[in-house]
């Protein structure tokens, strides 16, 4: 199984839209019983909903993070995690130190995959903001994650031991 986690803040926010989108993805490709997606926060508590906001964004876009329930990252999720998504250089910055033997498999999720990422690699958190704010990061986080997901579902495959080619 090719573990993917993403990691914000809080975890009540952008990831829960980033992990809710990557499962979508995952479903529609039947990739489901080869990849898995988890999200955790350098900074959340155990157990706290999504935004309420987060909530609307993403059932605007059929998707339900209703159940989701934030949670600290941990060095076991470390551990299991092929590829570590960070919502911005802070949190990349932070896992580092605090992981650094982990360094191969963290990124923001703006630069992985790319020889050349943007100079600025964050995604605004729209905590306490307004839904417009949402929407924006929710459009941000998505076209990241679609940008994504060919590399993605190739790393899958791989581990897998099934082939990458396309006809």
């Not at 896992?95 to 191969?104: E, G, M």
């Not at 704010?133 to 994650?145: C, G, H, K, N, P």
Request: charged share 25%.
């Amino acid at each position: 199984m090719f573990t993917v986690l993403f990691v914000c803040t809080g975890n009540i926010c952008r990831t829960p839209m980033a992990k809710s989108y990557l499962r979508r993805l995952i479903k529609q490709d039947g990739l489901d019983h080869l990849i898995t997606v988890r999200s955790a926060g350098t900074w959340a508590g155990h157990g706290e909903p999504a935004t309420r906001l987060s909530q609307m964004v993403c059932a605007e876009h059929g998707l339900d993070v209703s159940n989701h329930r934030s949670q600290p990252i941990d060095l076991y999720q470390m551990k299991e995690a092929d590829l570590i998504l960070c919502m911005a250089q802070a949190h990349k910055q932070d896992l580092l130190q605090i992981f650094p033997h982990y360094r191969d498999k963290i990124f923001t999720l703006k630069e992985y995959g790319r020889t050349n990422p943007p100079r600025y690699t964050s995604i605004d958190d729209p905590y306490g903001r307004n839904i417009e704010a949402y929407r924006r990061t929710f459009e941000e986080i998505t076209t990241e994650v679609r940008r994504i997901w060919p590399v993605l579902k190739q790393h899958a495959l791989a581990k897998a031991g099934l082939s990458t080619e396309t006809d």
